[in-house]
């Protein structure tokens, strides 16, 4: 049974590193008895280390006592995700995340503790790798991947950090409606527009949208629209 | 002797498709005695049709009397290149050209064309391809090519749409900046920031910023900086 936090961003401005998660995270360490967080690094913000990234997880942890372990100090990555009490795979670029959890071979084993009921945070890259591919990332493809599959532990993509046309924009880029509109060009798969502080709480078989936003559901051919808090995404597909 | 204008937009805000461009594209044309155009419509703005995206050109460049001939409706692709009096890529997923122009094997047939003084224009997606790689791109993956190389006939890589961060923004998604600074973590290619309305005159061996906008230059361990309309990046490398 899945058990899992799918958050658009880590950071919602004007407060702390996960600051707006931590509530809901307390009570979910407690009702599963976790006492321990593996932490994935690969997505290096800024190209920051991956010590670095497990040290700044681990103080904005400070007050839930979790012991937190970057993946990247573990000797065998696999074994060390199928053991795990619970998994956080944080934010950065999509294509070095990818990348280097195909490197690694760790999608699968990903894939079957989310599915065996390991406990799952994503934030950013971390949820974009929670859908079945990852081609509605926003991130730059600074490193080219052999393949742009994920997880798919979601029956569905997300694009987080959503941002809604800007009024009066004399920009002449695309939008990111009109990017997932292009997706849908090519691909026939459901697109959540997460708004940041927007995120999916996975239970077994419900999806359910939480935070102060609405979120915005594309599909293909279809006229994309919104979807309040407390939606169950499992509708979707 | 390299001939191209390489622009960071198609259309800038509050002007038709191509206008700001019509007036230096009626001078090449007269100077070479261009009177047929090829253009490469692969990278599919909204995944418009190839024949659509034709047509838009075919009717932008009426005052200039150019014929206007479709790639996809040429027998032998690679042969239509290397013959053409002059090139025209026009803008949409950058992925997508890549892919295409990667399938029909364009991409060194393209290069050379250039090398040997076929003039070309390119727009956005079509700018993108004259660096080293496709990794500095704005758009979303949402196909995926074999490889990321694309022509290299510039010894540096294109960010078209180039933004500056927005003032008191409180969105948390990394600014084109941040975007750019990660792509050097991974590359030591030098990339230059093009916004709308700026575009490199590339004749021989000079590469000149025009337009309106100075223009962002971004080198790997060092501190972006600007540099000004008359600006030669044959300097860069």
């Known amino acids: 049974m899945r ?10 401005h004007g407060s702390g590193y996960l600051e707006y998660l931590l509530d809901d995270l307390v009570v979910v360490f407690k009702q ?54 619970a998994i956080f795979t944080g934010g950065g670029n999509t294509f070095q995340l990818v990348k280097t959890l195909q490197q690694l071979e760790l ?10 009921g390991t406990f799952y945070l994503g934030t950013s890259a971390g949820s974009n790798i929670c859908g079945l591919n990852m081609r509605t990332t926003n991130d730059m493809p600074v490193v080219q991947p ?44 459901p697109v959540i527009g997460l708004r940041e502080g927007s995120y999916i709480r996975v239970q077994g078989d419900q999806e359910i949208l939480c935070g102060p936003h609405t979120a915005r559901v594309f599909l293909q051919n279809q006229k994309p629209y919104e979807v309040k808090n407390g939606y169950n995404f499992t509708q979707l597909i």
């Not at 058990?3 to 919602?12: C, D, G, Y």
């Not at 599963?32 to 190209?47: C, D, H, Q």
């Not at 029956?155 to 509109?181: A, C, V």
């Open 146 to 189: 052999d393949s742009f599959k994920t997880t798919g532990v979601l029956g569905y993509n997300i694009n987080p950090h959503y941002l809604d046309p800007i009024d009066g924009s004399t920009h002449m880029g695309e939008t990111r409606e009109q990017r997932i509109k292009e997706f849908h060009f090519y691909n026939t798969i």
């Open 32 to 85: 599963e008895n976790i006492t321990e967080l593996l932490f994935i690094p690969f997505a290096r913000p800024g190209g920051v280390s991956h010590d670095d990234y497990t040290q700044k997880v681990h103080q904005a942890l400070t007050r839930t006592q979790i012991k937190v372990t970057g993946l990247h100090k573990t000797e065998n990555p696999a074994q060390a995700i199928s053991s795990a009490q």
């Open 107 to 116: 999608m699968e084993p990903l894939r079957k503790a989310i599915f065996n």
């Open 3 to 12: 058990n899992m936090i799918v958050a658009s961003t880590s950071t919602i």
